[in-house]
């Protein structure tokens, strides 16, 4: 079983629309992140959240909303989708860190269009 | 955090090693190199990563220069499964924060 699973998988949804993307993780960690990837580029980060009464923006965070329900889940929404957030939305979890150790684990992400 | 610079594809025949160079000129004392890839539109994996000595575990190997402004990923025997989009990426102690550039797309060719 994936210790980092997203869902769903894909979706498509229209303008306006009020979608959530989840991700829950077996792994155990504190630590959980949500990031996008457009195509040809690198992933950048939306929120993050060190547990679940501490969450802070990243650099991308305009338009986006997150909730940590629990140590295990971590959901992203987009409260009212516009096509420039058509992307590959990614979940990623990690450990607190250790030394200089601070490896992420990802999820499979989610294909999101909004047309 | 600093700012890194890879080329943007690469090819390399299956069974030779991979050498993926990374620039980091303006890397400070307390930051550390890291690399993920990519295969395909899969979640990022992590590699390896270092602060100034060379690192190699059972994935690859990390080649850190002596005044750390460029590093170098070996992977020693690419396989197709190793065709991937590879990430350096600057990362300071204690930050949660990496940030991602775009990466060298790998080709391992048969």
């Known amino acids: 079983d994936a210790d980092v699973t997203q869902t769903p998988r894909n979706r498509i949804t229209k303008t306006g629309k009020r979608i959530m993307l989840e991700c829950s993780q077996t792994k155990g960690h504190d630590r959980m992140y949500w990031y996008r990837q457009d195509p040809g580029l690198g992933l950048r980060l939306i929120y993050y959240s060190f547990d679940v009464k501490d969450i802070n923006k990243g650099e991308i965070s305009d338009g986006y909303s997150v909730s940590r329900q629990a140590q295990a889940k971590f959901s992203l929404s987009l409260e009212s989708a516009i096509p420039n957030q058509t992307a590959l939305y990614f979940c990623a979890t990690s450990k607190q860190e250790l030394g200089s150790y601070n490896e992420q684990f990802f999820g499979p992400g989610t294909r999101l269009t909004v047309l | 955090d600093a700012k890194t610079t890879q080329p943007t594809s690469m090819d390399c025949a299956e069974g030779r090693a991979a050498n993926l160079p990374c620039n980091h000129s303006t890397i400070s004392g307390n930051e550390y190199v890291y690399w993920y890839r990519q295969i395909h539109s899969q979640g990022p994996q992590y590699i390896i990563h270092?602060?100034?000595n060379n690192e190699t575990n059972e994935m690859a190997s990390l080649i850190i220069t002596e005044d750390r402004k460029s590093s170098t990923l070996i992977l020693p025997h690419a396989t197709l499964r190793d065709t991937a989009v590879y990430y350096c990426i600057v990362r300071t102690s204690g930050t949660y924060k990496y940030i991602f550039g775009t990466g060298t797309r790998l080709k391992v060719l048969a």
């Open positions: 270092g602060l100034k």
